[in-house]
């Protein structure tokens, strides 16, 4: 990692323009390597594995090992979104922390994203054994039920990058002004903390293109879909390239 930017498996966060990565949330490892096999037809830098999607976390194993066997080269990054965070099982605390631990270890992964609001001390000790282990943490808040005031968005994206992780920050917007007010956020945070890349989105239809608009303001990362979304909002990974490409150009 320079001063600027971070690079997992070889693609490079906070350069050029927002990264492109496709969420995979087949509930079994059958289902995720069909969703694999689509994958030809979707650009992407990055793959997520949205984990909370699976119907039985006793498969966790056979349903990771499918993915990295289908996309051996590809950048993977291992997510459990918990439910009060938007996720789709709930876990109590201390069964998200053994998940993520779990897949800290298991070899098979570049990124592991870690939720901001948990016991401090706990998320910390995780951050600490993903970063040895040679990880990209990526730290994150998703608040699905409305957009915090700017300045409590600065502070919370700045707090997550002083972690030595790269900041993620998703809200829902109820007005453009809310839309406005996370991207100022962003750039603010961008310009001010240039050491660690930050990611940021307005969800639903109304933050969409805060999804588009990240080379502008500062978000390094963007997800689009191949099938099925994994939060409100999202586009259709092939038209976000398109128009991804016809905004850098325009630079």
Not at 14 to 32: Q, S
Not at 33 to 41: S, W
Not at 104 to 123: M, P, S
Not at 151 to 177: F, N, W
């Amino acid at each position: 990692m320079n001063d600027q930017t971070c690079t997992i498996r070889g693609v490079i966060l906070g350069e050029g323009m927002p990264k492109i990565c496709i969420p995979l949330t087949g509930r079994t490892a059958e289902a995720l390597r069909r969703e694999c096999a689509a994958l030809k037809d979707y650009p992407f830098d990055l793959i997520e594995w949205r984990a909370d999607f699976l119907a039985d976390l006793s498969e966790k194993e056979d349903a990771l090992a499918a993915l990295r066997d289908c996309l051996p080269d590809a950048p993977l990054l291992g997510t459990f979104r918990t439910a009060g965070e938007g996720g789709d099982m709930p876990l109590y605390e201390a069964e998200y922390f053994r998940f993520v631990r779990w897949m800290i270890h298991t070899g098979k992964l570049d990124a592991v994203d870690l939720e901001y609001f948990h016991d401090e001390a706990e998320r910390d000790a995780l951050r600490d054994e993903a970063q040895a282990a040679g990880l990209t943490v990526i730290m994150s808040s998703h608040d699905f039920q409305k957009t915090p005031p700017q300045e409590e968005m600065t502070a919370r994206l700045t707090a997550m990058g002083a972690h030595g992780c790269i900041a993620k920050l998703a809200v829902m917007p109820q007005s453009a002004s809310d839309v406005a007010a996370l991207l100022a956020a962003t750039t603010a945070v961008r310009e001010s903390r240039p050491e660690r890349p930050v990611i940021t989105m307005a969800m639903g239809g109304l933050g969409a293109v805060s999804r588009i608009a990240g080379e502008t303001f500062g978000s390094a990362l963007t997800f689009g879909t191949a099938g099925q979304a994994s939060a409100p909002g999202q586009l259709d990974a092939r038209a976000l390239r398109q128009i991804l490409d016809v905004l850098h150009r325009m630079k």
